[in-house]
């Protein structure tokens, strides 16, 4: 059990590029969430999967917002035409969907859009 | 939906001292869990402790504590014997089922930063 890593630690895009992030759950976790968090706030859930299944998707997840995690393994989360605004840290956590040690957050990824 | 509020935007603490943390919540649901997490400035999310809704009992883990009254929908954090490695931001969160089952979302809030002088 390494824990939950993300990939890259931080990303520096132009605006306007497309951007994708990865994260690697704990292996027998089979829940796997984002979030995204922006300067002096707190994370905001953007969406999570059970296995490979997308079972919740926020309103913040715009159309240029895409997850997935094929055979419920890794997730990748891919940000389209990348604003100034999605300027933000953004956290995977993973879960076994019981139990009180619920969710094991990752590093997460800093994003900077210029 | 669920709401959580921490008034404390920054927090000071002489090192050895014990420090409260303020939470309160606001949800329609009779199960859900309170959370703590810790944030370093490395950007990690660590989990501290944990109380269900219908737990009875305190959370208590080493020397965090949570004193958890559920009439007035506050769950505030107490960390005892403060050290320098806790300076850090803290933040309050809650999910809409007890540990039995939980996985479902967390809503946090909007956190306390926590500075601890030696």
């Known amino acids: 059990d390494t824990g939950v890593s993300q990939d890259p630690r931080h990303k520096i895009t132009k605006r306007g590029q497309n951007v994708t992030f990865r994260c690697d759950p704990i292996s027998e976790h089979n829940r796997l969430y984002w979030y995204r968090q922006t300067l002096g706030q707190g994370p905001e859930f953007l969406t999570y999967?059970?296995?490979?299944?997308?079972?919740?998707k926020s309103r913040l997840l715009s159309d240029r917002f895409s997850a997935e995690r094929p055979k419920g393994s890794f997730s990748t989360l891919e940000i389209q035409r990348t604003e100034q605004g999605d300027s933000a840290m953004y956290l995977c956590a993973s879960s076994r969907g019981r139990g009180v040690d619920g969710y094991t957050f990752g590093s997460g990824t800093r994003l900077t859009v210029v | 939906a669920q709401k959580i509020t921490q008034t404390q935007p920054g927090m000071f603490v002489q090192e050895k001292e014990a420090v409260t943390l303020d939470c309160t919540y606001d949800?329609?649901?009779?199960?859900?869990?309170l959370f703590w997490y810790k944030q370093p400035s490395s950007g990690e999310m660590i989990f501290l402790i944990y109380?269900?809704?219908?737990?009875?009992q305190n959370a208590t883990e080493g020397r965090y504590s949570l004193n958890f009254q559920k009439a007035r929908k506050s769950a505030n954090l107490v960390i005892s014997a403060s050290q320098l490695g806790d300076s850090a931001m803290y933040f309050c969160?809650?999910?809409?089922?007890?540990?039995?089952?939980?996985?479902?979302?967390?809503?946090f809030g909007e956190g306390t930063q926590l500075t601890v002088n030696p």
């Open positions: 969160a809650m999910t809409k089922k007890s540990k039995e089952t939980s996985g479902s979302r967390l809503t």
């Open positions: 109380q269900g809704s219908y737990d009875e």
């Open positions: 999967f059970q296995n490979e299944a997308q079972l919740e």
């Open positions: 949800t329609s649901d009779q199960s859900y869990g």
